[in-house]
């Protein structure tokens, strides 16, 4: 008995030991990490295959007058408030933007100081800004809508926007 103890002893470890390095094996053979910095901050990255969509960049093509990816953002970033500022990293910085809140399938943004965007960047820059960041910001998931917050003004308006109303603006443009 003592003897037939031992040895589910030794095979219970044999098999406990096989399966630790079998998970671990996987877990470093599916990991990629990487450092992304956004202003004076680095965000680890850390993607593991198959676990999250990618999630792309966009930005205003005069051309086309609609937004157009620009790349892909790191997964570590594929959360509302890593999104808005990296969104914010890529600008000049007079236009910044704060995180309020999810709800449902809105994302809702605040911008404090408007004047640039909205008295200061004309129309075409205004609705470069606003529809690119819709674009870049509906790349979450589950995120439909973006809920724009500031001081309305000569060039742009707050209020909800999705692709679809800048996809009709374009082409009620064309025509």
């Known amino acids: 008995m003592k003897q037939t103890l031992s040895r589910i002893c030794i095979l219970g470890a044999l098999v406990a030991g096989h399966l630790f390095t079998a998970c671990k094996k996987t877990e470093i053979d599916d990991t990629k990490n990487s450092e992304i910095t956004i202003g004076d901050s680095i965000i680890q990255d850390t993607v593991t295959a198959g676990v999250a969509k990618p999630i792309s960049y966009w930005v205003y093509d005069d051309a086309k007058e609609l937004p157009v990816e620009s790349g892909i953002v790191p997964a570590a970033i594929a959360k509302p408030e890593a999104l808005i500022g990296y969104i914010n990293s890529k600008g000049d910085g007079k236009i910044m933007m704060d995180f309020q809140k999810v709800s449902n399938d809105t994302i809702y943004v605040e911008i404090k100081k408007s004047t640039f965007l909205t ?57």
Do not use: C, W
């Open 119 to 175: 008295q200061q960047a004309g129309s075409m820059g205004a609705d470069a800004f606003m529809s690119a960041t819709t674009f870049t910001l509906t790349e979450l998931e589950g995120i439909d809508y973006v809920n724009f917050d500031f001081k309305e003004g000569d060039h742009a308006t707050p209020g909800v926007y999705t692709r679809e109303y800048y996809i009709a603006k374009n082409k009620a443009t064309i025509k």
